[in-house]
């Protein structure tokens, strides 16, 4: 926060789950610590603003008590979905199950969340891309093929989207991969850009030059 001796502090909330104890907890971490209110932001977290420098720690200490500590907000471990075919009726794949694999995967492998920290994922379950994933820089949105006469799930890989500034740059399709191969798909990805960046390119922007094989 750019007001002197104050900070905002983001409560990571993996896929945007908490509970009605946690929100309770929350509630009261708001007033106690901050201006006594929590917003949202479009990553599925939540933000405490006007947290005096001094009262940081002991805030996360109560948000870890709570089971809120997770870190890692903001990275490419910290993925965003819509809910996907759990209650959506137009979603043709389990996109928050993809998000609980990609988030377990990548916090057990820190290294790759070190080298590709600015990437954003996210993940629809259908076009209708209530998961934002054609503005991030990794999106997955889901799909279904035919497999010897039954439905398989995919998802439609797309690459360079993100939002700054004043400017949004959608991302362009790169492959079809099926679910399962996902987790693979992003280590290669990541793999690929540690490998041919530039020195001090962001992931958006190699992924948003790079020649596309669809």
Not at 42 to 65: C, H, P, T
Not at 75 to 86: F, L, N, Q, R
């Amino acid at each position: 926060q750019k007001q002197f001796g104050f900070a905002t502090v983001t409560a990571t909330i993996p896929l945007g789950d908490f509970s009605g104890e946690q929100m309770r907890v929350l509630a009261d971490l708001a007033r106690s610590y901050g201006d006594g209110t929590v917003r949202v932001t479009m990553d599925q977290n939540l933000v405490f603003r006007w947290v005096k420098i001094g009262d940081v720690r002991e805030l996360y200490a109560r948000l870890s008590a709570a089971g809120l500590g997770q870190g890692e907000a903001g990275t490419i471990a910290d993925v965003g979905s819509c809910p996907g075919a759990e209650s959506c009726k137009l979603a043709v794949t389990q996109s928050r199950g993809l998000g609980r694999l990609l988030e377990e995967h990548l916090r057990a492998r820190p290294e790759l969340v070190a080298a590709s920290a600015d990437t954003r994922i996210k993940i629809s379950g259908c076009p209708n891309g209530c998961g934002q994933h054609h503005i991030a820089t990794l999106g997955f949105q889901g799909s279904v093929r035919r497999v010897g006469g039954r439905a398989v799930p995919q998802y439609f890989v797309l690459v360079g989207g993100g939002t700054g500034g004043d400017a949004v740059s959608f991302g362009r399709l790169a492959a079809k991969v099926p679910a399962r191969r996902i987790p693979e798909v992003v280590e290669r990805l990541i793999a690929l850009y540690t490998r041919e960046r530039h020195d001090g390119e962001t992931a958006h922007s190699y992924f948003g030059r790079v020649d596309v094989v669809t």
